[in-house]
């Protein structure tokens, strides 16, 4: 990037005009430059041009504000030849060339193989690229949704000679720890003595579009729950939201801004819970709105969970209880089912009608941080006190929550399921 400076020793003049074209002897001009007028424009004589900035040109842009790409221009290195006319209030016009040859550093060639990767399981996002000139490169990776304001997450620098070359990201910060479930953007930057170029899409971030069949059957209360295949059916990866609205209730969001590959069907499942865990019971209202599509730079990181999922045992992704009506009067009991993907430490509670804190007191410990290896688990209930098969524990009918939390390496699951209770 350079300033075009210019000087006009003419106090009467009248108008002007900085062109630019390619090679020596240029069969066409774009105009760069010229006061107001399409053509010349008109230049008010009482101010002068002495030294003065007529143009900033981009040089290594394939377009800028003044020169599109319809232009022709494309700014390979080469000759190029900038020309200013110049008229003034006695009829005259004065005509200066001046030749520039550009020699600038260009990143061309992008491209990205797997745009979605598990470092978990050691999968990398390969970006590749050419230079023209040997320089030093720099792979940025940066938040998706903030771009280069939402603070720097890994910086790989590498000092390549001129030609086609690879950078990999294996979905780790600068610190070597896995990032978060998120979708990110690598921008790329070389520099080489004084040229330099930088490789940062800006589009994105409109609506895309997304599909799915909204669910006639589903009872939270036999734990059959809100399910929903939803497929990304735009041209572009795209951000899905999916808000709730309660009768007479605030909006909360089930999955907020959540990334997603173009094409891709996925599950989204809402147990009709809200945020703080207590169970919907009016009718609500259920809507997505327009997917946010992704920038063109994008590598969305999924990895396998840190957490132990917790499932239902298949063929059924939810938690079971079952029956999920009892009567401990009639000496019933329950089977909790349940499916835990690795070896864990699980605890399993029943809480009271209008209890959602497991730490409460009056949460029922049926399961006490005991380790269970990986695979399908049934607890069974049968509502009685152990140290005293004649005591019934719950003190009230009604709907009841189970609460399923399992740990693995420090890191914690929960699962919540609603369990009607009589006496």
């Known amino acids: 990037m350079f300033d ?45 041009i002495s030294n003065r900035t007529l143009y900033t040109w981009i ?29 003034d209030r006695a009829g005259n016009t004065t005509v ?9 550093l260009f990143i061309t060639s992008v491209s990205r193989e797997n745009s979605t990767i598990n470092p978990a399981d050691s999968e990398t996002a390969d970006i590749q690229f050419s230079i023209n000139k040997p320089a030093t490169v720099t792979l940025k990776i940066y938040p998706e949704w903030e771009g280069e304001a939402g603070g720097l997450v890994r910086e790989i620098t590498q000092s390549l000679s001129a030609g086609t070359h690879t950078i990999s990201w294996d979905g780790r910060n600068n610190q070597s720890e896995i990032v978060p479930d998120e979708a990110y953007i690598f921008v790329i930057e ?25 669910p006639g059957n589903y009872n939270f209360y036999t734990n059959d729950f809100w399910k929903i295949e939803y497929t990304i059916d735009g041209t572009d990866p795209a951000r899905v939201t999916m808000q709730v609205t309660p009768s007479g209730e605030g909006t909360f969001r089930v999955i907020d801004m959540e990334p997603h590959e173009r094409g891709e069907t996925f599950t989204i499942m809402w147990d009709g819970r809200r945020p703080n865990g207590t169970l919907v019971q009016s009718t609500c209202q259920v809507y997505f709105p327009p997917p946010t599509t992704l920038r063109p730079n994008y590598i969305i990181v999924k990895n396998t969970s840190d957490k132990p999922v917790i499932s239902g045992q298949a063929p059924h992704i939810e938690v079971k209880s079952d029956p999920y009506l009892i009567n401990f009067c009639y000496s019933e009991f329950t089977n909790i089912k349940y499916h835990i993907d690795r070896d864990s430490y699980v605890t399993v509670k029943i809480l009271p009608p209008g209890q959602f804190d497991p730490a409460s007191s009056d949460a ?52 919540r399921g609603v369990l009607n209770l009589y006496r």
């Open 190 to 214: 070389a520099s080489a003595g004084d040229r330099t170029d930088k490789y940062l899409p800006t589009t994105g971030h409109v609506d895309g579009s997304g599909i799915g069949t909204i």
């Open 364 to 415: 029922i410990t049926v399961l006490d941080n005991d380790h269970q290896s990986a695979g399908d688990h049934t607890i069974t209930w049968n509502g009685l006190d152990t140290t005293d098969r004649r005591k019934v524990l719950i003190d009230s009918e009604g709907v009841y929550t189970f609460y399923i939390e399992a740990t693995a390496s420090g890191k914690t699951s929960t699962w």
């Open 59 to 87: 040089t290594n842009e394939t377009a800028t504000d003044k020169i599109p790409s319809s232009s022709g221009i494309t700014f390979d290195n080469g000759v190029y030849t900038l020309r200013l006319t110049v008229n």
């Open 4 to 48: 075009i400076v210019c000087t006009v020793n003419d106090a009467n003049l009248l108008s002007y005009k900085l062109e630019l074209g390619v090679g020596s002897t240029p069969g066409s001009w774009v105009r760069l430059a010229g006061d107001n007028d399409t053509s010349y424009g008109y230049h008010d004589g009482a101010v002068p």
């Open 96 to 104: 200066k060339t001046s030749t520039i040859t550009l020699d600038n």
